[in-house]
């Protein structure tokens, strides 16, 4: 598109209705599974996490 610099991101209507303003890195989702794998997560059952910014406010 013209007037868009080159590797710059480009917004989709997600981002742009999201709160965070962008979706999740992958090093961001492995850490959120990573505590899911550990026991500090021991005690958590039938929890609906979700990873998304906020757009499901």
């Known amino acids: 598109m013209a007037g868009l610099e080159e590797g710059?991101?480009?917004?989709?209507?997600?981002?742009l209705a999201t709160p965070l303003g962008r979706h999740a890195?992958?090093?961001?989702?492995a850490r959120q599974l990573?505590?899911?794998l550990s026991d500090?997560?021991?005690?958590?059952?039938?929890?609906?996490?979700l990873s998304d910014g906020g757009y499901t406010l």
Request: glycine residues 8%; charged residues 20%; contains cysteine.
């Open 25 to 29: 890195r992958p090093e961001e989702i």
């Open 8 to 15: 710059m991101p480009q917004l989709t209507l997600v981002d």
């Open 34 to 36: 990573g505590f899911l």
């Open 40 to 49: 500090d997560c021991a005690l958590m059952t039938g929890a609906t996490l």
